[in-house]
């Protein structure tokens, strides 16, 4: 069989595009994606902004009032601040068994699975939060600060419960402890004067204050990156709507009506794509409000990986197709199907052989879907998916009529 179909001759008999359930499935994909956009386009507005704040923010020690500037600190915790006894044992154990070096706040979550059918539940049985007063200081003044447009450097660990953590929740088989230990401690702020040896940072809109572990260098850094991955994400959204993966079959079958007439239905990799798109969205969901990252430029990297995986799994999947196409120089119907990575086409029957006609099918609460179907001597195939009303089926019917003129059999 000759596998080489001609596609390049004009013509210029009108017809009503036929609509499947894969190409109403690709527009509300293309919907999600410009949604994901703009998260994106929010993410990198934010980075920019903070990466403009810090560009040019000096590290002092004694920084004159008024100034914006990095201060590190010392940071010193007050141990003996009278807190209740369950929390002080819980950040005493956590030291003991875990080795924690001067923790300031832990929040532990105690955990199990109990499974419900075929499916698995995880309950929370307690949640425990902690923390010790602590003060930051340089060898020259006290440093005090709003808790207001933070940035913490916090931390997580995974355990299961065993000694005396355990004796906190007996039945729970895990724990998630989110924790905060540090030593030392970047202040990036606006500096008030100094009164009584204590020093005040400020924040305000456009320039927030940031306490975290991180230098403001290295901070600046991270915030660049992701303004190179968003922006880089952003343009692939862009190009994404004016160059096809691949060339579309039906649109070039479309532009010669006269010798080729497409039926339309949802079958092979259209299948595939969908079960991907809805499980990477259902993946996504879970995975962003699932996996907490340390940092909150981190979460603004996974947000943008995830979401450009999306961009390209949609552009991708435009090219997708399978479709049933007559073929009046071959006087053949074939079945194109194109995937990720590779294309059958598959000739049917003759055109002479084939007959098409409407088969309805009663839904179980009385409705009536139909259908064009196409039989060969003791077989058939499904030309197309189902309709809500027939008449839209007539109309394809009365076109493949005009199409398959008597001239031609």
């Known amino acids: 069989m000759d596998q080489t179909l001609n596609i390049t001759a004009p013509g210029n008999i009108p017809r009503k595009p036929q609509r499947d359930t894969y190409s109403y499935l690709l527009p509300i994909a293309t919907l999600i994606k410009v949604a994901m956009a703009l998260g994106i386009l929010n993410v990198f507005f934010q980075n920019f902004a903070l990466f403009r704040y810090l560009e040019n923010v000096p590290t002092l020690d004694d920084p004159p009032a008024s100034t914006v500037a990095e201060i590190t600190t010392s940071v010193i915790r007050n141990i003996q601040a009278p807190l209740r006894a369950r929390e002080k044992k819980f950040l005493t ?5 875990k080795g924690f070096a001067n923790l300031l706040y832990a929040c532990g979550k105690w955990t ?3 499974k419900r059918g075929k499916n698995s539940e995880t309950v929370t049985d307690l949640t425990l939060e902690a923390c010790y007063p602590y003060k930051l200081r340089t060898p020259k003044f006290e440093i005090k600060y709003d808790n207001h447009d933070i940035l913490y450097s916090y931390r997580k660990a995974y355990y299961n419960p065993e000694g005396e953590l355990a004796q906190f929740s007996p039945k729970s088989t895990s724990l998630q402890i989110l924790y905060f230990a540090p030593t030392e401690l970047k202040v990036i702020g606006e500096v008030g004067p ?3 040896g204590i020093r005040k940072l400020y924040g305000k809109p456009g320039h927030p204050l940031i306490v975290s572990e991180i230098p403001v260098r290295q901070l ?4 660049l990156i992701c303004l190179v991955l968003s922006l880089g994400a952003l343009v692939y959204f862009a190009t994404s709507f004016f160059f096809n993966y691949q060339t579309p ?3 070039k079958f479309a532009t010669d009506p006269e010798n080729y007439f497409i039926f339309d239905f949802t079958g092979g990799s259209e299948y595939l794509v969908i079960v991907l798109m809805v499980l990477y969205l259902i993946g996504t969901a879970l995975i962003l409000y699932n996996v907490d990252l ?7 990297m996974k947000l943008v990986f995830l979401f450009f995986g999306f961009f390209v799994l949609e552009h991708i999947s435009r090219s ?5 196409i007559a073929n009046k120089k071959e006087k053949a119907l074939f079945l194109i199907s194109r995937g990720y990575f590779s294309m059958k086409i598959e000739e049917i029957t003759s055109l002479a052989n084939l007959k098409i006609y409407i088969k309805s099918e009663t839904r179980s609460k009385g409705g009536v879907l139909y259908r064009l179907r196409g039989s060969y001597g003791q077989k058939s195939v499904d030309l197309t998916d189902t309709y809500g009303k027939r008449n839209e089926l007539d109309e394809i019917e009365k ?3 005009a199409f398959i003129s008597p001239r031609m059999v």
């Open 220 to 223: 600046n850094w991270y915030f």
């Open 294 to 300: 340390t940092h909150a430029f981190f979460e603004d």
């Open 399 to 401: 076109e493949y009529a």
């Open 320 to 324: 997708i197709e399978c479709f049933y």
């Open 194 to 196: 100094e009164k009584r």
């Open 249 to 251: 079959l039906k649109a």
């Open 93 to 97: 154990i956590l030291e003991k068994e």
């Open 112 to 114: 199990h699975t109990v």
